[in-house]
């Protein structure tokens, strides 16, 4: 139903180019083709082959102003495994190649690309015709264009799809084909590649010190992100200091990352087809029997904590947590499966809410036992001893993971945030 949405509201929009991820494929390949060609999708993926066969077109070009820009799309084949629902990727850099030359008369390459940021400069530094690579795999916004081999420019997609990239492209005469000026001039790599150095830094000594396998796994999980990181811009760096950005010799090319945020007014037609997939998926849940309730819930919610610890509350009110199932019920997500965990209370216990109907009252939002722990006995015994007194970093990074959202936590920033002042109980 996500793909179909998603489809419907390209096709709507009017698009060019789209190339299939994992995440489609793993619907196997007959939906994804039905769902493509009932929205008239045009739909790229030069290495993909499903069954034996290509299941779309490598490239398509498109006319504009008297120029030709192509379109590649490729996925990175170990994101399909073994293959994925008789899907497998060949070589991608082969297969931009034989595009490219199989379509002379294109003076643009657009290299739609679903793989890890780090691959986008080798797949620029073997096929110099590909003049801007459009990753749509990057797991944070980057707000500028980034310069990779041979004169290419990297555009990143932002996460959750919380933001349009524009890519301002100006085509100046004389300028050789594929090669682009912008982007920045290093400095933000530089500074991020440091802030992210520190990072790693810490994830390594927490991964030593961690006490429990959940602590370790979590800890590696931020090792392994932070890790990327550092790789990717550091390639980055590498490409900056080889290429002839800045230079004044190619097309110009800015990129803009606008907000989707409250001041940019609903699309009426794609809100419309929000809506009306809603309203499908209610009666699907309808249709189905709602998950056992839990009598046993050792999670009680914010208001059960409220009586006796009202100066913790009123603090804790003001703050995001507070309102951070209100966050999801702004985007209409509050049902979303991939959205509920971290946005409640409980929900990565078992002994918690563990599907989003079962998050009802003040387990909605981030609440005082997403910190303090599992609270039913503390509040029968008032003991001190029953209950998490210091939640440690550990505990935030359950949500503050460093991927959904975008590797802001920072603990000596953040818990001074939370933390509810001289005046407690
Ligand atoms: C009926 C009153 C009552 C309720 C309800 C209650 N608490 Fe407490 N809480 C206490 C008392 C009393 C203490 C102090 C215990 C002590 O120092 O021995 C305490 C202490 C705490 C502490 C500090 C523990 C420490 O080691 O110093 C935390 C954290 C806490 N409560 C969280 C919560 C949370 C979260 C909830 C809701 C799930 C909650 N409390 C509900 C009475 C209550
Ligand atoms: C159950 C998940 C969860 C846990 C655990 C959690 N957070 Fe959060 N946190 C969130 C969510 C979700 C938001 C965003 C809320 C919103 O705006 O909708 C948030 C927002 C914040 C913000 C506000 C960021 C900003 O400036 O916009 C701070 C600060 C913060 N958390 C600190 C912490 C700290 C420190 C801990 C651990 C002691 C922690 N959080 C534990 C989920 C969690
Ligand atoms: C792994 C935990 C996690 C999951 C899953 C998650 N979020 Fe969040 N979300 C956070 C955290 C943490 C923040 C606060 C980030 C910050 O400001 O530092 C946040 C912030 C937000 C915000 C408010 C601030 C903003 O950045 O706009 C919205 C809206 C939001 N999330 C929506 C969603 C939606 C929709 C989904 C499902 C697609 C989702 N979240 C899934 C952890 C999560
Ligand atoms: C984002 C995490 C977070 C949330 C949510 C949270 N707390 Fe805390 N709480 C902390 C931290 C961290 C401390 C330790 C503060 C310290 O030691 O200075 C703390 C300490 C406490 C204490 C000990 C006394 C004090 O004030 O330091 C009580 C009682 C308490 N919290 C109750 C609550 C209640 C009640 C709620 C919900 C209304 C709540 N907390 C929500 C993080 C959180």
Request: one cysteine or more.
């Amino acid at each position: 139903m996500k793909l179909d949405l998603q489809l419907d509201a390209f096709s709507l929009v009017g698009i060019d180019a789209w190339t299939p991820g994992e995440g489609d494929l793993a619907l196997g390949i007959d939906a994804v083709r039905d769902t493509v060609a009932a929205h008239d999708i045009p739909a790229v993926a030069g290495n993909l082959v499903c069954d034996g066969k290509a299941p779309f077109p490598a490239a398509r070009t498109v006319t504009r102003g008297g120029v030709t820009v192509g379109f590649i799309g490729v996925i990175d084949p170990t994101l399909l495994g073994d293959g994925l629902s008789g899907c497998t990727a060949t070589d991608p850099v082969l297969a931009v190649r034989t595009a490219v030359s199989e379509h002379p008369g294109v003076v643009h390459w657009v290299l739609l690309h679903h793989g890890d940021e780090a691959d986008d400069a080798a797949l620029a530094r073997e096929v110099p015709a590909i003049g801007l690579v459009v990753n749509g795999h990057a797991r944070i916004s980057r707000p500028e264009a980034r310069p990779l081999p041979a004169g290419a420019v990297g555009l990143a997609a932002a996460s959750r799809g919380k933001s349009v990239g524009i890519a301002d492209v100006t085509f100046v005469p004389g300028a050789q084909p594929g090669v682009y000026s912008g982007g920045d001039d290093g400095a933000r790599t530089a500074s991020q590649l440091e802030r992210y150095r520190k990072r790693l830094q810490t994830a390594d000594k927490a991964l030593e010190q961690a006490a429990d396998d959940e602590a370790r796994t979590r800890a590696q999980r931020q090792v392994d992100f932070y890790g990327e990181r550092v790789k990717a811009l550091e390639e980055e760096q590498a490409a900056t200091e080889a290429s002839a950005l800045g230079t004044g010799v190619g097309h110009q090319v800015g990129l803009a990352h606008v907000q989707l945020g409250k001041d940019i007014d609903e699309h009426a037609p794609t809100m419309a087809k929000v809506e009306a997939a809603l309203e499908r998926i209610s009666a699907l849940e309808a249709a189905h029997e709602a998950p056992a309730t839990r009598p046993g819930l050792a999670y009680v919610g914010t208001d059960a904590c409220l009586g006796c610890h009202a100066d913790q509350h009123a603090q804790w009110t003001a703050t995001p947590h507070a309102r951070a199932w209100n966050s999801l019920v702004a985007e209409h997500r509050e049902r979303d499966r991939a959205c509920f965990q971290c946005h409640s209370t409980g929900a990565f216990d078992p002994a918690g809410p563990t599907h989003p109907m079962l998050v009802t009252g003040s387990l909605q939002g981030v609440g005082c036992e997403s910190c303090h722990g599992a609270g039913k006995t503390h509040v029968a015994t008032q003991a001190a001893a029953d209950i998490v007194r210091d939640p440690p970093q550990a505990t935030c990074v359950q949500c503050h993971d460093g991927e959904q959202d975008e590797g802001r936590f920072d603990w000596d920033a953040y818990r001074p945030k939370v933390v509810h002042g001289a005046s407690g109980d």
